[in-house]
Nanobody, 120 residues
Framework: QVVLVESGGGLVQAGDSLRLSCAASGRTFSRYVMGWFRQAPGKEREFVAAIVTSGYTHYADSVKGRFTISRDNAKNTVYLQMNSLKPEDTAVYYC??????????????WGQGTQVTVSS
C-alpha cells in the first residue's frame, strides 16, 4: 500500500514557475515508476511526466522543455518543476505510483490532487 500526498499548487500568472511535490508513504517507493497527470475542467485526465526507477524521464509534448520531473528516493518524494506556465496548464495535478509510463491504467496508487491555476 502506498499513500501519496501532493502539495505546492496555487494561483500564478502566465510565465511564472511552481514546484509540485508528492510525498509517498511506504518503504518501496524506489521500486515504482512515478508519474504526474493533470485534469482540466471538462477534460479527461492526461499524462504530464513520468520518471522510472533508473531516473529516466518521459514528458508529454505539451510540457517538454518547460517541466522537469525528479525524484528523491531518500525522501520518498517526487517533484514537478513547472516553468513558463501557461493558462492552458491550469488543472488539478495528480501524482501516481505504478509500473508503466503514460497510461492511467499503468498506475496503482494516486494522490488527492493539487490545483494549479495560471492566469493570463
Amino acid at each position: 500500500q502506498v499513500v501519496l500526498v501532493e502539495s505546492g499548487g496555487g494561483l500564478v500568472q502566465a510565465g511564472d514557475s511552481l514546484r509540485l511535490s508528492c510525498a509517498a508513504s511506504g518503504r518501496t517507493f524506489s521500486r515504482y515508476v512515478m508519474g504526474w497527470f493533470r485534469q482540466a475542467p471538462g477534460k479527461e485526465r492526461e499524462f504530464v511526466a513520468a520518471i522510472v526507477t533508473s531516473g529516466y524521464t518521459h514528458y508529454a509534448d505539451s510540457v517538454k522543455g518547460r517541466f522537469t520531473i525528479s525524484r528523491d528516493n531518500a525522501k520518498n518524494t517526487v517533484y514537478l518543476q513547472m516553468n513558463s506556465l501557461k493558462p492552458e496548464d491550469t488543472a488539478v495535478y495528480y501524482c501516481g505510483a505504478g509500473n508503466g509510463l503514460r497510461r492511467i491504467s499503468d498506475y496503482d496508487y494516486w494522490g488527492q490532487g493539487t490545483q494549479v491555476t495560471v492566469s493570463s
